[in-house]
């Protein structure tokens, strides 16, 4: 009897070992694809901590990581492992899109702009952040997103250099309807490399979120060079 308890309380934690091995399995598989070698691993704890987070749907998740700390990894990675399903990445600078979805696509994963009228899916939608959060014009994106959504394909929604929601709205008004996309109801990672601790709640504000999970790197450039890698 004494023998049976004690298998009955080691196995459970035998099997969440056996399923948290075969999980790191998995991301390091998709780590070597999306950096395209073998020996790989993370730039830092936090960006394996933000990663996980993603993967487990943390939401709303705010991830601070430096210019180089490989933000851009934490919506690859989990597009790379559920490749039949969509992460939306809005992007604040529309110059950007076209690069960004060239080097996608370089890491062998699926991966379109969307553009008035979209109807194709991918594993990755790139989208300006111009157009994210129109609720007005036929064919808007949100509609699009919806559909996703309503098929259970929509994994998540990552808006990228989220800090210029609130800094750059003075110039750019239409940025002030990205926070449209929380009404689609899923998981929201907003990721940057600036973002002072005193400004968290404009943040928070600007999107209309509350009670976010913040991972935070440290961000200070000391007199050093760098090489800066988009992942």
């Not at 609130?166 to 490399?193: E, M, Q």
């Amino acid at each position: 009897m004494r023998e049976s308890i004690l298998t009955l309380l080691i196995l459970p934690k035998e099997k969440a070992v056996r399923v948290e091995d075969a999980r790191a399995v998995v991301v390091q598989r998709a780590l070597q694809q999306v950096l395209g070698k073998q020996d790989v691993g993370f730039r830092s704890m936090e960006q394996e901590q933000a990663l996980y987070a993603v993967l487990d749907k943390t939401t709303p998740l705010v991830v601070v990581l430096p210019i180089g700390g490989g933000k851009s990894l934490l919506f690859t990675l989990p597009a790379c492992i559920e490749e039949s399903r969509v992460t939306v990445v809005v992007v604040l600078y529309r110059a950007l899109i076209k690069d960004l979805v060239s080097r996608i696509r370089n890491c062998g994963i699926n991966c379109i702009e969307w553009k008035h009228g979209e109807s194709n899916l991918a594993s990755v939608v790139v989208v300006s952040a111009d157009v994210a959060g129109d609720i007005t014009s036929n064919g808007n994106f949100l509609g699009y997103a919806r559909l996703m959504k309503d098929k259970g394909l929509l994994q998540r929604v990552v808006l990228d250099e989220c800090y210029l929601l609130f800094t750059a709205r003075h110039w750019r008004a239409n940025l002030l309807k990205v926070k449209n996309v929380r009404l689609l109801g899923c998981p929201i990672v907003l990721l940057t490399a600036t973002l002072p601790l005193v400004q968290e709640g404009e943040l928070e504000a600007s999107m209309l979120v509350r009670n976010a999970t913040y991972i935070r790197a440290s961000t200070a450039r000391p007199n050093a060079r760098y090489f800066v890698s988009w992942c």
